[in-house]
């Protein structure tokens, strides 16, 4: 079942935690982050959110299209920003509730524009992603206990010349996921649409639709220090309606920011904190949360890397700097790589970017199912990290040093030689153990007759199991048949 | 040496320095001494950046060294336009080609590492920017009359208005007087045939080898 919300062990006398960066290292990259919001600014083209913020009190040069923040401003935005984000999910039981603090939940990412293709021989070709494998990828999704959301993960792309692919791919969402979702790629002008669709689910009711946003967004400043128009549109829509926003910032080390980590993450503090700030001018409590896809330019190779341990550091920092400021953490990329195929590389490029910034308890880590920094989405490697985020969630538990837990009365019981497999407390407690699904613990002879299958085929048959036997849609017919004639409807708008 | 030989010597070494303050100087010492300003472009920052370029395709400098010497020479080089202008000198180009990222894209890094490549190995570049509207790169291409139109796009959304793109060149008049070439992570072979673009290039080494074998 979904178990949300597992602390990792920081400020917490159980658990396993990673405690970089200290109080003073806090202050400090808080202090010159004001400095660079006061004295550099930040550009943005768009006219009311340069009128929001100068209204609200920054320093805006009209011309340049740039607000300088001041200090005050950003406090008064992380104040009145709430510490706990609620995202709401069809089924009341599966919403999750995002608390700044170090308590980890996971996600898949978003969003690819590429599909891996396997088939039954464990054979796998890339190609453009569509309509269908975004609704395979939600039912995995749905179906994997280890995500507790389900963002949709893979642009349908079939639709883009077509009609609203945006439309097409909330719908596959609302359709295929019990479980909250973000959506990866809004377009500010798609507010309403997106707010009928969640009203069609309600049945009609606007009231609930607005108290109980199903749609969230999220958006991305440019780096460095700007934020395109789509971009501040988003973050005020999303705070006037109040439906929760997430502000990630890409930046590159080396690339669109300095080259020093620490530089990078204040940078792209600066930027974040400037969406935040937006969003609370525009409306004080609106439910915003700190963001990050920020990682370094290869470059050597020119590239965004996805597996890099410095994209695992700056996840994790930005993990704590959320905590320091008492927001919560709605992305942090994590479970992330650079390789083509769900391989070795994958394998530990995902273990160690999924691991670091779980251990310094960042509140939502995405990457699920994603290759190749971004590009593609595997159904199988869903089903891999699947088993890496459950392993992770065993690691985070760490050791409760107890007097029961030490177990002194069984130790005796037992006595020397023997063994504990039959004891009333190993039944009890053996569900404590960490149980992949698809890594293989079998000894070689078991391995073999299973067909000695290596992860990604094993994956696939899971894959191929889950698509059978999951049916993810919490909707009546009816309301499914709504939710297309509406798109339908909008598609033939789009067209003419 | 001659005053002439070192002042060239020093506009070879301010790119090999990456140091844009010495490729200013040399062009101001070189404007004072009356040297050809195309002279002071070919046989110091050009030859300069040549030597960057083959030690960048080796793979034994990189990026950070390739762009920074850019743009040394590209400061070197500012100094001397006017007296280039004025003595109607013009300094040897493969071809020109105009870049820009597709309307309602912002995804601008792969383009201007493109752009940058592409100056580097000797063409002109135009470089429209980011967002960059069709009718704009239209314009463009009817205005500066370049060999290639090059457009980036990041994302599935955006690289559709790449179809545009050929449309409207087509409506024009003038698709048949420039070649195009496509880019960004979206775009693939496939992708160029599909639409009818003449060149695809995955990166930027890919770019200029492309280009190059185009206008050869
Ligand atoms: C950095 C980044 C951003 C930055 C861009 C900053 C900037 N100044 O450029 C910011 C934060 C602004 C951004 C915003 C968004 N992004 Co973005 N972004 C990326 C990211 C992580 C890296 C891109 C990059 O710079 N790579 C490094 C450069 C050097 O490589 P490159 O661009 O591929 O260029 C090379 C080649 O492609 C080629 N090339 C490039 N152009 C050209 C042109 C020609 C002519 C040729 C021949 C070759 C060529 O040569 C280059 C050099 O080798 C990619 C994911 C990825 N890994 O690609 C997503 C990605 C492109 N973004 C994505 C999305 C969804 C968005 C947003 C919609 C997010 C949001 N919700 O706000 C916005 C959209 C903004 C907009 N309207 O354009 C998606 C696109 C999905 C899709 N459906 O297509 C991607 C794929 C990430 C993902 N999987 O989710 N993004």
Same mark, same amino acid.
């Given at each position: 079942?979904?178990?949300?919300? !597992?602390?990792?062990?920081?400020?917490? !006398?159980?658990?396993?935690?990673?405690?970089?960066?200290?109080?003073?290292?806090?202050?400090?990259?808080?202090?010159?982050?004001?400095?660079?919001?006061?004295?550099?600014?930040?550009?943005?083209?768009?006219?009311?959110?340069?009128?929001?913020?100068?209204?609200?009190?920054?320093?805006?040069?009209?011309?340049?299209?740039?607000?300088?923040?001041?200090?005050?401003?950003?406090?008064?935005?992380?104040?009145?920003?709430?510490?706990?984000?609620?995202?709401?999910?069809?089924?009341?039981?599966?919403?999750?509730?995002?608390?700044?603090?170090?308590?980890?939940?996971?996600?898949?990412?978003?969003?690819?524009?590429?599909?891996?293709?396997?088939?039954?021989?464990?054979?796998?070709?890339?190609?453009?992603?569509?309509?269908?494998?975004?609704?395979?990828?939600?039912?995995?999704?749905?179906?994997?206990?280890?995500?507790?959301?389900?963002?949709?993960?893979?642009?349908?792309?079939?639709?883009?010349?077509?009609?609203?692919?945006?439309?097409?791919?909330?719908?596959?969402?609302?359709?295929?996921?019990?479980? $909250?979702?973000?959506?990866?790629?809004?377009?500010?002008?798609?507010?309403?649409?997106?707010?009928?669709?969640?009203?069609?689910?309600?049945?009609?009711?606007?009231?609930?639709?607005?108290?109980?946003?199903?749609?969230?967004?999220?958006?991305?400043?440019?780096?460095?220090?700007?934020?395109?128009?789509?971009?501040?549109?988003?973050?005020?829509?999303?705070?006037?309606?109040?439906?929760?926003?997430?502000?990630?910032?890409?930046?590159?080390?080396?690339?669109?920011? $300095?080259?020093?980590?620490?530089?990078?993450?204040?940078?792209?503090?600066?930027?974040?904190?400037?969406?935040?700030?937006?969003?609370?001018?525009?409306?004080?409590?609106?439910?915003?949360?700190?963001?990050?896809?920020?990682?370094?330019?290869?470059?050597?190779?020119?590239?965004?890397?996805?597996?890099?341990?410095?994209?695992?550091?700056?996840?994790?920092?930005?993990?704590?700097?959320?905590?320091?400021?008492?927001?919560?953490?709605?992305?942090?990329?994590?479970?992330?790589?650079?390789?083509?195929?769900?391989?070795?590389?994958?394998?530990?490029?995902?273990?160690?970017?999924?691991?670091?910034?779980?251990?310094?308890?960042?509140?939502?880590?995405?990457?699920?199912?994603?290759?190749?920094?971004?590009?593609?989405?595997?159904?199988?490697?869903?089903?891999?990290?699947?088993?890496?985020?459950?392993?992770?969630?065993?690691?985070?538990?760490?050791?409760?040093?107890?007097?029961?837990?030490?177990?002194?009365?069984?130790?005796?019981?037992?006595?020397?030689?023997?063994?504990?497999?039959?004891?009333?407390?190993?039944?009890?407690?053996?569900?404590?153990?960490?149980? $992949?699904?698809?890594?293989?613990?079998?000894?070689?002879?078991?391995?073999?007759?299973?067909?000695?299958?290596?992860?990604?085929?094993?994956?696939?048959?899971?894959?191929?199991?889950?698509?059978?036997?999951?049916?993810?849609?919490?909707?009546?017919?009816?309301?499914?048949?709504?939710?297309?004639?509406?798109?339908?409807?909008?598609?033939?708008?789009?067209?003419? | 040496?001659?005053?002439?030989?070192?002042?060239?010597?020093?506009?070879?070494?301010?790119?090999?320095?990456?140091?844009?303050?010495?490729?200013?100087?040399?062009?101001?010492?070189?404007?004072?001494?009356?040297?050809?300003?195309?002279?002071?472009? /070919?046989?110091?920052?050009?030859?300069?950046?040549?030597?960057?370029?083959?030690?960048?395709?080796?793979? /034994?400098?990189?990026?950070?060294?390739?762009?920074?010497?850019?743009?040394?020479?590209?400061?070197?080089?500012?100094?001397?336009?006017?007296?280039?202008?004025?003595?109607?000198?013009?300094?040897?180009?493969?071809?020109?080609?105009?870049?820009?990222?597709? /309307?309602?894209?912002?995804?601008?890094?792969?383009?201007?590492?493109?752009?940058?490549?592409?100056?580097?190995?000797?063409?002109?570049?135009?470089?429209?920017?980011?967002?960059?509207?069709?009718?704009?790169?239209?314009?463009?291409?009817?205005?500066?009359?370049?060999?290639?139109?090059?457009?980036?796009?990041?994302?599935?959304?955006?690289?559709?208005?790449?179809?545009?793109?050929?449309?409207?060149?087509?409506?024009?008049?003038?698709?048949?007087?420039?070649?195009?070439?496509?880019?960004?992570?979206?775009?693939?072979?496939?992708?160029?045939?599909?639409?009818?673009?003449?060149?695809?290039?995955?990166?930027?080494?890919?770019?200029?080898?492309?280009?190059?074998?185009?206008?050869?």
């Amino acid at each position: 079942m979904l178990r949300a919300n !597992i602390p990792a062990g920081l400020e917490h !006398i159980e658990g396993l935690g990673l405690e970089m960066l200290n109080k003073s290292d806090l202050k400090l990259i808080n202090e010159i982050t004001m400095d660079v919001l006061e004295n550099v600014g930040i550009e943005t083209k768009d006219p009311e959110a340069l009128q929001l913020y100068a209204d609200a009190g920054c320093e805006v040069d009209f011309e340049k299209c740039v607000a300088k923040i001041p200090e005050y401003l950003v406090g008064d935005a992380l104040r009145s920003a709430p510490g706990r984000v609620r995202l709401a999910a069809i089924d009341k039981k599966k919403n999750l509730v995002l608390r700044s603090g170090p308590y980890v939940n996971w996600a898949p990412f978003g969003v690819g524009i590429q599909c891996l293709e396997f088939d039954a021989n464990g054979k796998h070709k890339v190609r453009a992603s569509t309509e269908a494998d975004l609704k395979k990828s939600m039912t995995i999704c749905d179906w994997c206990d280890g995500f507790s959301v389900a963002d949709p993960t893979i642009a349908a792309r079939d639709w883009t010349e077509k009609g609203r692919a945006d439309l097409h791919e909330v719908q596959i969402a609302l359709c295929n996921t019990t479980k $909250p979702f973000t959506f990866g790629e809004p377009e500010s002008d798609g507010f309403d649409d997106y707010f009928e669709m969640a009203k069609i689910v309600y049945g009609g009711d606007e009231e609930l639709a607005r108290k109980r946003p199903l749609i969230n967004v999220c958006n991305c400043p440019t780096s460095p220090l700007q934020i395109c128009e789509n971009s501040t549109q988003i973050t005020i829509k999303a705070a006037r309606r109040m439906i929760p926003d997430v502000v990630i910032s890409m930046s590159m080390a080396g690339g669109t920011g $300095p080259i020093t980590l620490e530089g990078t993450l204040l940078t792209q503090n600066a930027e974040v904190l400037a969406g935040i700030t937006l969003a609370q001018i525009a409306n004080k409590g609106a439910p915003v949360t700190y963001g990050s896809a920020t990682t370094i330019m290869d470059l050597r190779r020119g590239t965004a890397s996805g597996g890099a341990p410095e994209m695992a550091l700056l996840s994790a920092a930005v993990a704590r700097l959320s905590q320091f400021y008492g927001i919560p953490c709605g992305d942090a990329a994590g479970c992330w790589t650079d390789s083509k195929v769900p391989d070795a590389q994958a394998g530990f490029e995902k273990g160690m970017t999924g691991m670091i910034p779980a251990l310094a308890g960042a509140n939502l880590i995405f990457g699920g199912g994603l290759l190749e920094m971004g590009q593609t989405i595997s159904l199988e490697q869903l089903v891999i990290d699947n088993d890496v985020i459950g392993m992770i969630k065993n690691l985070l538990k760490g050791m409760h040093v107890t007097e029961s837990r030490l177990s002194l009365d069984e130790i005796e019981e037992v006595g020397i030689g023997g063994h504990f497999i039959s004891r009333a407390s190993t039944r009890k407690n053996m569900n404590e153990q960490s149980n $992949p699904l698809i890594f293989d613990r079998n000894m070689r002879g078991s391995w073999e007759r299973n067909g000695a299958k290596d992860a990604a085929l094993a994956a696939h048959e899971k894959v191929e199991w889950i698509l059978e036997n999951h049916n993810p849609c919490g909707l009546d017919r009816d309301v499914v048949k709504d939710l297309e004639a509406f798109v339908a409807r909008r598609d033939k708008e789009f067209l003419k | 040496m001659t005053v002439k030989d070192e002042i060239i010597e020093k506009a070879k070494n301010s790119i090999l320095d990456f140091d844009e303050d010495m490729a200013e100087k040399a062009a101001h010492e070189a404007l004072k001494e009356g040297i050809s300003p195309l002279e002071v472009i /070919e046989k110091g920052f050009t030859a300069a950046m040549e030597f960057i370029g083959g030690q960048f395709e080796k793979g /034994e400098l990189f990026l950070p060294h390739v762009l920074a010497a850019s743009e040394a020479m590209n400061a070197g080089i500012a100094v001397l336009k006017p007296e280039m202008e004025k003595r109607s000198e013009e300094s040897k180009s493969l071809g020109k080609v105009v870049i820009g990222t597709i /309307e309602g894209d912002i995804h601008s890094i792969g383009k201007e590492i493109v752009a940058s490549m592409l100056g580097i190995a000797g063409f002109k570049v135009i470089d429209l920017g980011k967002d960059v509207a069709i009718s704009r790169f239209v314009e463009s291409a009817q205005k500066f009359k370049p060999d290639i139109v090059a457009s980036s796009a990041l994302m599935t959304t955006t690289m559709v208005c790449q179809v545009q793109l050929e449309e409207q060149l087509k409506e024009a008049g003038i698709r048949g007087q420039v070649k195009t070439m496509v880019g960004g992570a979206p775009c693939t072979q496939k992708w160029a045939d599909q639409i009818g673009a003449d060149i695809y290039a995955e990166n930027a080494n890919d770019a200029v080898a492309k280009a190059k074998a185009l206008v050869a």
